[in-house]
């Protein structure tokens, strides 16, 4: 099995905040022109707390994204690796939910970024 956990695959990004059975929380953190490996999450929110810019791929598919400070968006659940393409930091927290539906995201296209 493939250890494709953000803290193992990203351990100089990301870092576990807190955690129980039901979720975990992830603190983000990087700075322009950074590239994480490929890493899954399962169904998330993301709260942001920087404004930055951000190219998430999945194999042949890709989008870029640009985000504000102090969002709180849905992720579902998914693979990806990302590039901070912006000239500011990243900087996000996030609660990744334990034991849903999507949780295995080896599979799922990228997701929308959504505030619903």
Do not use: C
Request: hydrophobic share 30%; no cysteine; proline share 7%.
């Amino acid at each position: 099995m493939i250890d494709d956990d953000p803290t193992t695959t990203n351990p100089d990004h990301y870092r576990t905040l807190w955690e129980n059975d039901f979720v975990r929380v992830l603190e983000y953190r990087d700075e322009p022109g950074t590239q994480t490996t490929p890493h899954r999450h399962p169904n998330t929110v993301m709260i942001t707390l920087s404004e930055f810019q951000r190219r998430l791929s999945n194999g042949d598919e890709s989008r870029d994204v640009e985000l504000s400070s102090g969002a709180a968006l849905w992720l579902p659940a998914q693979t990806h690796a990302g590039t901070n393409i912006g000239s500011t930091p990243t900087h996000t927290i996030l609660v990744e939910l334990k034991g849903t539906d999507g949780a295995d995201a080896r599979a799922v296209r990228l997701g929308p970024l959504t505030d619903r």
